[in-house]
């Protein structure tokens, strides 16, 4: 049972390498257009830090997933994690464009780090959704952040709210990180009784 789960990590870990190492433009190409978002906000030292961050760890994960990529020999346990760490880092790093732009007291902007955060959401569910392993563990900080936002613009004076009107925002989310597990979930059940029909009539 244990080796089979550790199968399984393994496999979807060569699947996220090769799929990790075929985006890396695009990815850099995303945190250099959100890093000109921040600094034109007035973050621009908290752009460069975390902009640096990023390539740094995009320099580290490249080789790593070139290497663990390859399918015709199973990468051993400790390179998996390492892989696994490594990609997990690199969404911590883009999450924090939409954690500093909560901050910021001009709507607009703030309303850019949701849009980004929400498109975070999306990438990573198209890309990882069957890859269970690397979708809830890089969902997971992704939905911390969203809470983490609700806090920063709740306690900004220049954004006038009751306590009563953020804990209604902060349960919508609720709903919403719940409604995304529901529908993950159903996603990966193949027994609707129209897929049991059309495999039924497929085969007469």
């Not at 959401?121 to 392993?133: I, K």
């Not at 609720?174 to 995304?180: G, R």
């Amino acid at each position: 049972m244990v080796q089979r789960l550790i199968d399984h990590f393994v496999y979807q870990t060569q699947i996220t390498a090769h799929i990790s190492a075929r985006d890396v433009m695009k990815r850099l190409a995303a945190a250099a257009l959100m890093a000109a978002v921040t600094a034109f906000a007035g973050f621009a030292v908290l752009a460069a830090k975390i902009t640096l961050a990023i390539v740094a760890i995009e320099a580290l994960a490249y080789p790593l997933n070139r290497k663990a990529e390859r399918f015709e020999e199973m990468i051993d346990l400790p390179t998996t994690c390492l892989v696994w760490l490594i990609n997990w880092a690199a969404m911590l790093s883009f999450l924090a464009f939409a954690v500093v732009l909560s901050t910021s007291d001009t709507v607009p902007f703030v309303l850019a780090g949701f849009i980004w955060i929400f498109g975070t959401y999306v990438h990573v569910s198209n890309t990882f959704g069957l890859l269970p392993v690397y979708n809830w563990s890089q969902m997971m900080p992704a939905f911390a952040a969203m809470f983490i936002m609700l806090y920063n613009i709740a306690k900004n004076p220049a954004h006038n709210g009751s306590q009563t009107e953020w804990l209604i925002t902060a349960s919508l989310v609720a709903f919403y990180i719940v409604n995304t597990f529901d529908t993950m979930n159903l996603q990966k059940t193949p027994t609707r009784p129209w897929a049991a029909r059309a495999k039924r009539q497929t085969r007469a």
